[in-house]
Structure formats: structure tokens, C-alpha cells
């Protein structure tokens, strides 16, 4: 079975400060990941993935993710914060292997980024 | 861009009562999906659809049942609402991918308190 786990409920950051929101992974073959983020009552907007190639992926809004395979991670990066990054991070994988009943993704339970003036 | 929309933002039921949830996508996508997110816990997949009329369980799917009839629409049902299935409710789809999963798309959510 697949699983995300995300360290951190709340990470806070000063404004214009590089920022890292982690995500660590487990499951069976090479995973595609995801970073969704979620601003008040709105619902998840997709940011970006990793599917293969690069580790470093780059997405939305100028966030990036690196891939570390042997760390199983894929932690989220800007290199500088602003405050309307403020928002719920969701990290989520699933294996690359399809077949009917998997096509599904599994979420962590999400990390509060406050960015602070 | 990708549209999902989700009938109503907002929703008060009472105990027992059968409730809809429905979800349109417009852009011709196979699967959709319905989530539940709680403080803490995430999302978690009630049921999703790779097909018209066809479904498949997720994580959670006690309580719920959905429906797809035609291929943009998905509804969840909840048969007899009870106070734990106070949530709110995401309804996403995506392409269907050979070999992995594609990006999904969310609608705004429908919070629903069950009293």
C-alpha cells in the first residue's frame, strides 16, 4: 500500500525567506508524485509533478519539488517567500503501474504554510 | 481550462435525510472521483469512476454510494446521513493515463453539516 506523510502541520516563514515544505513517500515501484495547494474555502489547484526524468521539477506560481529517490522524498521549494504563498500544502503519490483500481492518488494530511510580513 | 463544478458550496442536513452531492466536469475526462477532507487527515477517496456506470471503492466508502450515468456527471449519495459524515466533500477527475496516474482537477468543495 502507498503513503505520504507530511512532517510538519505548520511551517511559518518570513517574507522574502527561501521556504521547504516536506513530503516523504512509500510505495511499491517508481511513484508519480504531486504538490497540491489549497487556499481558503477553495478547493485543491494542482502545482505541479513528477513523473520521471528531472528531479527537479518546476511548477506554478514558482514553486519547484526535487525527486530524491533514495530519501523518498520530493519536498517542496521557493526560493523566495511571499505572503500570498500563505495556503495548505498537499503532497501525494501513486505507483506507475496502471490497472483499473488504481488509478489513485494518495494524499498526505497537508501542511499549513504561514508567510509572515 | 479545466472546469469542475460541485452543486452547492454550502450544505445543511438533518440526520437520516438522503443527500445529493453533484459533480460536472467539461472536459471529457473518464475519471472522476469524490474525496472527504477533515482537519488532520487530509483526503481521503470515498469512490471513484473510470467509466459511465462504472465504480470502484476507495478508502472510506461506508455510508456513501454514487452514481454515473452519463460521463461528465458524478453525484455522491448519501443514503442516511448521520453527524460523522459532517466533511468537506471534493469532487476531482482527470484523463485517464495507461501505465499511472494524470493530473487531477478539484471543484471548490461542498462543506456539509449533518445535524
Known amino acids: 500500500a502507498q503513503s505520504v506523510a507530511q512532517p510538519e502541520d505548520q511551517v511559518n516563514v518570513a517574507e522574502g525567506n527561501p521556504l521547504t515544505v516536506k513530503c516523504t513517500y512509500s510505495?511499491?515501484?517508481?511513484?508519480?508524485l504531486f504538490w497540491y495547494v489549497q487556499y481558503p474555502n477553495r478547493g485543491l489547484q494542482f502545482l505541479l509533478k513528477?513523473?520521471?526524468?528531472?528531479?527537479l521539477v518546476k511548477g506554478s506560481y514558482g514553486f519547484e519539488a526535487e525527486f530524491n529517490k533514495s530519501q523518498t522524498s520530493f519536498h517542496l521549494k521557493k526560493p523566495s517567500a511571499l505572503v500570498s504563498d500563505s495556503a495548505l500544502y498537499f503532497c501525494?503519490?501513486?505507483?506507475?503501474?496502471?490497472?483499473?483500481?488504481?488509478?489513485?492518488?494518495?494524499f498526505g494530511t497537508g501542511t499549513r504554510l504561514t508567510i509572515i510580513p | 481550462d479545466v472546469k469542475v463544478t460541485q452543486s452547492s458550496r454550502y450544505l445543511v442536513k438533518r440526520t437520516g435525510e438522503k443527500v445529493f452531492l453533484e459533480c460536472v466536469q467539461d472536459?471529457?475526462?473518464?475519471?472522476m472521483f469524490w474525496y472527504r477532507q477533515d482537519p488532520g487527515l487530509g483526503l481521503r477517496l470515498i469512490y471513484f469512476?473510470?467509466?459511465?456506470?462504472?465504480?470502484e471503492k476507495g478508502d472510506i466508502p461506508e455510508g456513501y454510494s454514487v452514481s454515473r450515468e452519463k460521463k461528465e456527471r458524478f453525484s455522491l449519495i448519501l443514503e442516511s446521513a448521520s453527524t460523522n459524515q459532517t466533511s468537506m466533500y471534493l469532487c476531482?477527475?482527470?484523463?485517464?493515463?495507461?501505465?499511472?496516474?494524470?493530473?487531477?482537477?478539484f471543484g471548490p468543495g461542498t462543506r456539509l453539516t449533518v445535524l
Open positions: 469512476s473510470y467509466d459511465v456506470k462504472m465504480k
Open positions: 513528477y513523473i520521471t526524468g528531472d528531479n
Open positions: 476531482a477527475s482527470s484523463l485517464f493515463t495507461a501505465g499511472g496516474v494524470d493530473t487531477q482537477y
Open positions: 510505495v511499491s515501484g517508481n511513484p508519480y
Open positions: 472536459m471529457d475526462h473518464e475519471n
Open positions: 501525494a503519490v501513486s505507483p506507475d503501474i496502471s490497472n483499473f483500481g488504481n488509478e489513485k492518488l494518495t
